[in-house]
């Protein structure tokens, strides 16, 4: 069973930046799609970004243009490059890995393995 783990998070004033990591232990990665997803106190976790195994990315409308999605497949890793930060972007920040090979998917079902979380806090 893969495992994921998110490090990167943390304190930010709104307008600033971060970067999420995530690296994957044990399994196969470059051929699979990977994905970030993140859920704020009270509400779904929702999708955020998504980068298929040609390099293809997804983004939600309200991260569109803020958030860049990228992978290393030589260290079985992705990332997330979160700027001009407000405070919606509160949440636990999750990173996860598509079911199937050779797919790039969006929906939370469609995503077998899961990390811990990480914490992504913008003040205002």
């Known amino acids: 069973q893969v495992q994921l783990a998110e490090s990167g998070g943390g304190l930010v004033q709104a307008g600033g930046s971060l970067r999420l990591s995530c690296a994957a232990s044990?399994?196969?990665?470059?051929?699979?799609?990977m994905g970030w997803f993140r859920q704020a106190p009270g509400k779904e976790r929702e999708f955020v970004a998504a980068?298929?195994?040609?390099?293809?990315?997804y983004y939600a409308d309200s991260v569109k243009g803020r958030f860049t999605i990228s992978r290393d497949n030589a260290r079985n890793s992705v990332y997330l490059q979160l700027t001009s930060l407000k405070a919606d972007d509160t949440a636990v920040y999750y990173c996860?890995?598509?079911?199937?090979?050779?797919?790039?998917?969006?929906?939370?079902?469609?995503?077998?393995?899961w990390g811990q979380g990480t914490q992504v806090t913008v003040s205002s």
């Open positions: 996860a890995k598509n079911r199937n090979a050779y797919s790039v998917a969006r929906g939370l079902m469609d995503f077998g393995s």
């Open positions: 044990v399994g196969t990665f470059s051929t699979y799609g």
């Open positions: 980068i298929g195994w040609r390099y293809t990315t």
